[in-house]
């Protein structure tokens, strides 16, 4: 049978570098900051302008209503994210909007497809870096043209995982994001890390740099790419309590091996984030 997505998925990364390319020229010039849900959660011109490049790019390569799309930057602003089972491009322009805003040199492009609300395919281009991570549901992972795999350590006492502070400052929130890094540091790990992207964050982890990332707070733009990627590369995506993995549920956890994801989950102190489709 032909492969009836092989034209978006080609398009998905040729698009991505695109973008990518516009984000390096834009680091150069004056960036002009807004804020949204708090003091701390970023948006740039920027983040607006790549959005509108890759929708538009996608529309002109397939038609105006051929596709849905779930855009950060766009359509989020519009309510809720409603998934249902179309076709349907899930968008983060610029992934580490803090970072590029501080010049700090991970930034990534993020661009999932999920059709029946099964994610197809994932590319996730970090553009200062220069390297396209891409996985295709049951085709495998890459980094460029190198298939990538996680890493193969099941001792949690020599892992590293990755965590983020995120974009809410709630006191209630932090101490309890504060106590968690406390708890998994003591376990003891061989320590703890952050690029501030969460699509960034997961290819380390589907390239074996880290053993696993966890957030309570992300956005489905955020994870939905990296998701593909690191299932593709071998490891696993569950929720942050090992529970089955819910895309618009704000919360997500990647590993290497299952009790490795077991094993950081129990050091998590889980708090409530509104979902991204508005359900309770
Ligand atoms: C953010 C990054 C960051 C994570 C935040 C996200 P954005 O995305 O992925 O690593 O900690 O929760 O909101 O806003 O830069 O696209």
Same mark, same amino acid.
């Given at each position: 049978?032909?492969?009836? =997505?092989?034209?978006?998925?080609n398009?998905?990364?040729?698009?991505?570098?695109?973008?990518?390319?516009?984000?390096?020229?834009?680091? +150069?010039?004056?960036i002009?900051?807004?804020?949204?849900?708090?003091?701390?959660? #970023?948006?740039?011109?920027?983040?607006?302008?790549?959005?509108?490049?890759?929708?538009? %790019?996608?529309?002109?390569?397939? %038609?105006?209503?051929?596709?849905c799309?779930?855009?950060?930057?766009?359509?989020?602003?519009?309510?809720?994210?409603?998934?249902?089972?179309?076709?349907? =491009?899930?968008?983060?322009? +610029?992934?580490?909007?803090?970072?590029?805003?501080?010049?700090?040199?991970?930034?990534?492009v993020?661009?999932?497809?999920? /059709?029946?609300?099964? #994610?197809?395919?994932?590319?996730?281009?970090?553009?200062?870096?220069?390297? #396209?991570?891409?996985?295709?549901?049951?085709?495998?992972?890459?980094?460029?043209?190198?298939?990538? &795999?996680?890493?193969?350590?099941?001792?949690?006492?020599?892992? *590293?995982?990755?965590?983020?502070?995120?974009?809410?400052?709630?006191?209630?929130? /932090?101490?309890?994001?504060?106590s968690?890094?406390?708890?998994?540091?003591?376990?003891?790990?061989?320590?703890?890390?952050?690029?501030?992207?969460?699509?960034?964050?997961?290819?380390?982890?589907?390239?074996?740099a880290?053993?696993?990332?966890?957030?309570?707070?992300i956005?489905? =733009?955020? +994870?939905?790419?990296?998701?593909?990627? *690191? &299932?593709?590369?071998g490891? *696993?995506?569950?929720?942050?309590?090992?529970g089955?993995?819910?895309?618009?549920?704000?919360?997500?956890?990647?590993?290497?091996?299952?009790?490795?994801?077991?094993? *950081?989950?129990?050091e998590i102190?889980?708090?409530?984030?509104?979902?991204?489709?508005? &359900?309770?």
């Open positions: 049978m032909a492969d009836p =997505w092989i034209d978006a998925y398009f998905a990364i040729e698009i991505a570098k695109k973008a990518g390319a516009e984000i390096r020229k834009a680091s +150069v010039d004056e002009k900051i807004s804020t949204k849900s708090s003091t701390v959660d #970023l948006v740039t011109a920027t983040d607006v302008r790549v959005e509108k490049i890759i929708i538009d %790019g996608l529309k002109e390569k397939f %038609g105006q209503n051929v596709y799309f779930i855009g950060e930057e766009s359509v989020s602003k519009k309510g809720a994210c409603i998934l249902t089972d179309e076709p349907t =491009w899930i968008i983060d322009p +610029v992934d580490g909007t803090t970072n590029f805003v501080h010049g700090f040199p991970f930034v990534a993020s661009i999932a497809f999920v /059709v029946k609300k099964e #994610l197809e395919f994932g590319v996730v281009y970090s553009c200062f870096e220069d390297k #396209l991570y891409k996985g295709r549901k049951g085709q495998g992972a890459y980094c460029d043209e190198e298939s990538i &795999q996680v890493s193969d350590n099941k001792d949690i006492n020599k892992s *590293v995982i990755i965590s983020e502070f995120g974009t809410d400052r709630t006191p209630s929130k /932090v101490k309890k994001i504060c968690t890094m406390e708890r998994i540091l003591k376990i003891p790990v061989h320590g703890i890390r952050g690029t501030g992207t969460a699509a960034t964050n997961m290819c380390m982890v589907a390239c074996g880290v053993e696993a990332f966890f957030e309570i707070g956005h489905c =733009w955020d +994870v939905a790419a990296g998701a593909v990627i *690191v &299932q593709e590369a490891g *696993v995506v569950c929720d942050v309590n090992g089955p993995f819910d895309l618009m549920s704000r919360r997500m956890m990647c590993a290497n091996h299952v009790d490795i994801a077991n094993r *950081v989950i129990k102190e889980i708090f409530p984030s509104e979902r991204d489709d508005g &359900q309770e």
